[in-house]
């Protein structure tokens, strides 16, 4: 870790982009359990210090206070400024703050020999073995600048011996002890950072899966909105034009402008509010015989966000537009009102009414323009009628449902549930803190072994003649040995330690504290002798550690209790036993406490806050995602339509073309059933062939013309790209009918025919030629599911015969032998 006071403050603020915190640049979770382990490191040290040092000023002598004091001071200022590093790393360089973490250890060894006795001894060894444990997290992105610092603790070890015992030779077994420690918290420190790495990387695995999901889902929302404006605009006003000359057609060119104006606005990009009142009360109302005139009841202001707003103006605008077509009447009503943090607005007429059941799907005005457009955004629509009854029609939409808007409408149910990227959140902190959990239990586990097999055992071995009986004591060995080897089997296999097992466990741990400080003379408690004291409590945190810390805070007082009754039942302890049991609890049990707290605040502090990060920068990159794809297929739609719609509605929207014009309307024609096909596209059907050419059938037959559809063979799968090059020729045929036409399709095991007869095309020449520059057009929509269809791309066959007005056109595609499973 690059050194904390240079990584960031405590509050997270954010690091100016010339200096970096991290060179492997780390993802939230890892950079997060950085910034964790280094406070911990920081704030431990300077605790530990702190008390370890007043503990062994109160135990000096008086003569000795004053000078210790002035060595102790020092160190408790170089403990003060680093603690205030982390607030304002910028104002110290790292040099600065080495050179203060080294005169901690420098300036404690210095006042052994001042204090003298054995709480001295104890003192150091507590206040630099935490020391060079802390430097490990502190400066654990620098591991060099950490491990010249626990060679300096060791040094000054060694010179603080020398100075307080003259003529001997220095103890070599505190060394190896801090040569242990500082091992093992590296190795923990490891193990946590890879296991917070590793989340972090299966986090953003997951996170890149929803957020294809999510763009999916907000393109086909785009598509289907973009589809549903087709329908209101461009495709209503080609069918009009196409269907007869016989009316007034003075409102047709700023019809055909507002189409253009329409189909070139981005769908999708709606933000910040409106007021739908206002925007109801621009409703068009048509002209001429067209026109319907609206009683309006609107009770407003109205706001509401515009994505919803817009979608009830728009469908209200297509059901304005229903009842002049459909209702036989010129008259309706139009009402608003707040709801429960929402709004309804309602439509009614008194007209002919119908069964919305028996409306075909391909029909787009209700299902398309009307529901689905709701749908989209978290609302509804219902829409309510009866033969000679009149037609209702109620637009809802209340704000907690609001935030489904790139939802797919099959997902909309009547049952409330919490906002999607709520759940997501909760479902990241989640595995986020179990990962989290996982590394800090086996980081505790292996330093419980560790410790145990070495220094516990090598104390247990030494003293066998102090224990009174030393049987006990070697049981309470095997037994604390076997609770870790239960315990880290869980653990090794990707597994929770059962509730049974773990209480078991703690019970079994605290029973080998009570039975290892009363076999032990009371005046070698927490001394060399006392192997347990300084262990147990790390078993005891591994298996309590998905609990909240004051568990394991109670388990370290009922252990400390323990031991301080046997004290107590062989007499009062002098101030020396006081300050040398003190110094002890603090550097065992409260740097196990200082662990317990540092794993509490991992898990329930920075995991969620990982999880936040995490979602907000994810939240960023689906948005730019979503921006750039719909972007892109708006582009692309457009430029589909420039080849083929857009000529046509820019000659009607400037008078280039009219209206009374019969190749005009035969061409106005072939692109509403090219239009109403590919709105069939997504409807869910058996054969989706069938249902397009059916489309196209449906137009011609609102020509006048009678068209007869005759399917031989067992229906199969063909690519939508496939499917459109088939129908296209068809279409164009059927456009240009006047009277009859004989539609067939003929499926094979691994071939599919479509072929049209036409007894009076119009313009038969023209048909060949209309039909080749559409399909040299790109395609309208931009299909997120079609993955095979560039494969596809056609190996269609198209033959034409004519003969007078006659004209015969057949297409055909074969399947491909790689491709995959016959139409059979």
């Given amino acids: 870790m690059g050194h904390g006071g240079h990584e960031g403050n405590s509050e997270g603020a954010a690091q100016p982009l010339d200096r970096p915190r991290y060179p492997c640049s780390p993802r939230s979770g890892e950079r997060l359990v950085i910034l964790a382990l280094e406070r911990f490191g920081v704030w431990l040290r300077s605790i530990v210090v702190c008390l370890c040092g ?16 002035s060595l102790l001071a020092p160190a408790f200022l170089a403990c003060g400024v680093r603690l205030y590093a982390l607030r304002r790393p910028h104002r110290f360089p ?42 490990q997290y502190e400066w654990a992105t620098r591991p060099w600048a950490g491990a010249a610092l626990a060679a300096l603790g060791a040094a000054a070890c060694v ?27 590296r190795a923990a420190y490891l193990i946590v950072r890879a296991l917070a790495r590793a989340a972090d990387r299966s986090a953003a695995v997951r996170a890149a899966a929803r957020r294809e999901r999510e763009v999916a889902a907000a393109r086909r929302a785009s598509e289907r909105e973009y589809l549903a404006t087709l329908h209101d605009t461009a495709s209503a006003t080609l069918l009009m034009v196409s269907q007869g000359d016989g009316r007034d057609w003075s409102w047709l060119p700023p019809r055909a402008r507002q189409d253009l104006e329409a189909m070139s606005a981005v769908p999708g990009f709606e933000t910040g509010s409106v007021d739908l009142a206002a925007l109801l009360r ?26 919803p707003g817009l979608a009830i103006f728009n469908g209200v605008r297509e059901a304005v537009t229903n009842v002049a077509r459909h209702a036989g009447v010129r008259e309706a009503e139009l009402r608003a009102w707040t709801e429960r943090d929402g709004a309804v607005v309602e439509l009614s007429d008194a007209g002919r009414g119908f069964d919305p059941r028996s409306v075909p799907a391909r029909r787009r005005g209700i ?42 409408m099959t997902q909309a149910t009547d049952v409330a549930r919490p906002p999607r990227t709520r759940v997501q959140h909760t479902a990241d902190v989640r595995f986020i803190r179990g990962r989290l959990l996982r590394g800090t239990q086996l980081a505790v586990l292996l330093i419980s072994l560790v410790w145990q097999f070495t220094i516990s055992l090598r104390r247990l071995v030494v003293h066998q003649d102090v224990y009174r009986p030393a049987w006990a004591q070697t049981t309470a060995f095997v037994c604390l040995a076997a609770v870790a080897v239960v315990g880290g089997a869980y ?61 394991f805070a109670a388990f370290l007082g009922a252990h400390v209790g323990l031991n301080a009754t046997a004290v107590f039942l062989s007499g ?54 979503i921006h750039e794809d719909m972007q892109r297929d708006h582009k692309e739609r457009y430029r589909a339509l420039t080849a083929t719609t857009v000529p046509l509605l820019v000659g009607l929207g400037h008078g280039v073309l009219s209206p009374h014009d019969e190749e005009v309307r035969l061409r106005c024609g072939v692109e509403a059933a090219r239009m109403r096909r590919l709105f069939a596209e997504s409807d869910a059907v058996v054969d989706p062939l069938l249902n397009e050419l059916r489309a196209c059938v449906e137009v011609a037959e609102q020509h006048g013309v009678t068209v007869s559809l005759v399917v031989r063979g067992r229906p199969g799968e063909v690519p939508v790209e496939v499917r459109r090059q088939l129908i296209d020729p068809v279409a164009v045929i059927l456009g240009r009918t006047r009277s009859t036409a004989r539609v067939t399709v003929v499926w094979t095991p691994r071939a599919v025919r479509v072929s049209v007869v036409s007894e009076d095309c119009a313009d038969a020449r023209d048909t060949e ?49 790689v491709f995959g499973v016959d139409l059979t």
């Fill in 491 to 551: 653990l090794l296999r990707g597994r929770r330690i059962p509730p049974g097992v773990r209480w078991v466990g703690v019970g079994s741990v605290l029973a080998v504290s009570a039975v290892c400080a009363f076999t032990l003379p009371p005046e070698l408690s927490t001394g060399a002798p006392d192997w347990a004291f300084g262990v147990v409590g790390w078993h005891a945190l591994f298996l309590l550690a998905d609990l909240r810390v004051r568990v």
């Fill in 54 to 69: 007043v503990l062994g000023v109160v135990s000096a002598d008086p003569a000795d206070i004053p000078l210790a004091v």
């Fill in 282 to 307: 621009c409703v068009p109302e048509g002209e001429g015989r067209t026109r319907v005139r609206l009683r309006t009841r609107i009770d407003g202001p109205l706001a509401i966000p515009s994505g």
């Fill in 769 to 817: 030629e209309a039909a080749r520059t559409h399909a040299g057009a790109p395609n309208v929509t931009a299909n997120v599911d079609a993955v095979a269809d560039a494969d596809a791309n056609a190996q269609v066959d198209v033959e034409r015969t004519m003969r007078g007005g006659s004209v015969w056109v057949e297409a055909g595609w074969r399947r491909p032998a």
């Fill in 94 to 135: 790292l040099p600065l703050l080495w050179t203060s973490d080294a005169a901690v250890v420098v300036l404690t060894a210095l006042s052994q020999p001042v204090i003298g006795g054995e709480p001295a001894n104890v003192m150091v060894e507590a206040m630099v073995g935490i020391s060079v444990v802390a430097f």
């Fill in 367 to 408: 299902s398309g323009s009307i529901i689905a457009r709701m749908h989209a955004v978290g609302g509804a629509a219902t829409v309510t009628s009866h033969p000679d009854t009149g037609t209702r029609v109620q637009w809802r939409w209340h704000g907690p449902t609001g935030t489904s808007q790139a939802a797919d």
């Fill in 572 to 625: 009062a302890p002098s101030a020396a036993q006081w300050a040398t049991l003190g110094i002890s609890t603090i550097g065992s049990c409260g740097f196990q406490l200082s662990v317990g707290v540092l794993m509490t605040y991992l898990l329930h502090g920075t995991a969620p806050a990982a999880g936040t990060e995490a979602a907000r920068e994810e939240d960023m990159r689906t948005r730019e995602r």
């Fill in 159 to 185: 010179l603080g011996d020398v100075l307080s015992s003259p003529g001997s030779s220095p103890d070599v077994v505190p060394l190896v002890r801090m040569l242990i420690q500082v091992v093992l918290s």
